[in-house]
């Protein structure tokens, strides 16, 4: 059974960072992509960043391209997420999430999803 598990949210100033932190267990395949969903107060889930297990590919939507890194030690089945210059838009839940079609931008293509883990940003 594949679990993740997210951690690493908390409550940081416009301008600060935040590192999350995404484990997973019980991966049977090598080729999947591991991803991360924000879900802000009265709307949808959207899809942040996304890597590419395999090749180590990434992705990000545009609004974090040039603030948020996400990156993966698979030796530790751990993907991190490193944001930077957070904005008070950027508070939402923040989810962990995998699936075997890279990159996963939209929630209908992921397989498992962790716990979500809370970022706020203050102004």
């Known amino acids: 059974e594949v679990q993740l598990q997210a951690s690493g949210g908390g409550l940081v100033q416009a301008g600060g960072s935040l590192r999350l932190s995404c484990a997973s267990f019980?991966?049977?395949?090598?080729?999947?992509?591991i991803g991360w969903f924000r879900q802000a107060p009265g709307k949808g889930r959207e899809g942040v960043s996304c890597?590419?297990?395999?090749?180590?590919?990434?992705w990000h939507t545009e609004s974090v391209k040039d603030r948020f890194t996400i990156s993966s030690d698979n030796a530790k089945n751990t993907v991190y997420l490193q944001m930077d210059s957070l904005e008070p838009e950027d508070t939402a839940v923040y989810y962990c999430?995998?699936?075997?079609?890279?990159?996963?931008?939209?929630?209908?293509?992921?397989?498992?999803w962790g716990q979500g883990t809370l970022v706020t940003v203050s102004s």
């Open positions: 890597i590419d297990i395999t090749d180590g590919s990434t």
């Open positions: 019980g991966f049977t395949a090598d080729d999947y992509a």
């Open positions: 999430a995998a699936g075997y079609h890279y990159p996963l931008r939209i929630p209908t293509m992921i397989e498992y």
